[in-house]
């Protein structure tokens, strides 16, 4: 038998802990179990839009609040089937000015931790 050291952060390693006592089994044999359990038993891998999110939200990305972002999803849709009205034009450029606005100071933050 090998031995491996598992070096982990400490909030890993709680939420390893924590998951381990659910399962009443200790965090080596609970690693163990996940990493023979089938492969059937294994969560479908997160789609890829869902883990550019949590990528962005790391680093600290701002986006439009939900509400909005749903909002502007619509709006695109709807500019896809037929002409916007001029009040929907004009929630939509608004819309977009913020998003840009929020990526654009999301970017030059992150240039700038770069930076130094």
């Known amino acids: 038998m090998k031995e491996v050291i598992l070096a982990l952060p400490d909030k890993a390693y709680e939420q390893l802990a924590i998951d381990a006592a659910a399962a009443q089994k200790s965090p080596e044999q609970w690693i163990l179990d996940k990493l023979f359990a089938a492969p059937e038993s294994q969560p479908e891998p997160p789609e890829p ?6 990528a962005l939200d790391t ?40 998003a840009d606005a ?10 700038a931790t770069l930076a130094h």
Not at 49 to 54: D, E, M, N, V
Not at 102 to 111: G, I, W
């Open 49 to 54: 839009h869902t883990l550019l999110a949590a």
């Open 59 to 98: 680093l600290g990305f701002q986006r439009l609040a939900a509400e909005k972002a749903r909002r502007l999803s619509e709006l695109l849709s709807l500019r896809k089937a037929h002409s916007l009205a001029d009040e929907e034009t004009a929630e939509l450029h608004a819309l977009l000015t913020e």
């Open 102 to 111: 929020l990526e654009l100071t999301s970017l030059q933050r992150l240039a």
